[in-house]
Nanobody
Framework: QVRLVEIGGGLVQPGGSLTISCVAQ????????MGWYRQAPGKQRELVAT???????NYAAPVRGRFTISRDNTQNTVLLQMTRLEAEDTATYYC????????????????????WGQGTLVTVFS
């Protein structure tokens, strides 16, 4: 009933920039935290950046200063602007949402603790 859909991703050269976005679809009332995680081949999924609906942000050390996360709470979207991309940034990027309040088919407010998108691949190559 509710899902996350990522848009963007692709190929980019080192030093380049790319923006990926995610929209939460469905009868959503509110989302507490939205963010991005990534998983490189052979590695565990790791935090990239998160943003609370009040504006508080959290960045992983490797991307701090290069990536910027932003949200539009009215549209239930989250963007990740990535600059000065490095080969180490190559990964599948997953959108994440926590504490999602939505309207059920019975017109009741329900809460879902966590949602994940399907992932979008970002490849930094030279």
């Amino acid at each position: 009933q509710v899902r996350l859909v990522e848009i963007g991703g692709g190929l980019v050269q080192p030093g380049g920039s790319l923006t990926i976005s995610c929209v939460a679809q469905g009868p959503i009332v509110s989302i507490n935290t939205m963010g991005w995680y990534r998983q490189a081949p052979g590695k565990q999924r790791e935090l990239v950046a998160t943003m609370h609906n009040g504006g508080y942000t959290n960045y992983a050390a490797p991307v701090r200063g290069r990536f910027t996360i932003s949200r539009d709470n009215t549209q239930n979207t989250v963007l990740l602007q990535m600059t000065r991309l490095e080969a180490e940034d190559t990964a599948t990027y997953y959108c994440n949402a926590e504490e999602i309040m939505f309207m059920s088919t019975e017109r009741k407010r329900e809460r879902r603790l966590e949602l994940w998108g399907q992932g979008t691949l970002v490849t930094v190559f030279s």
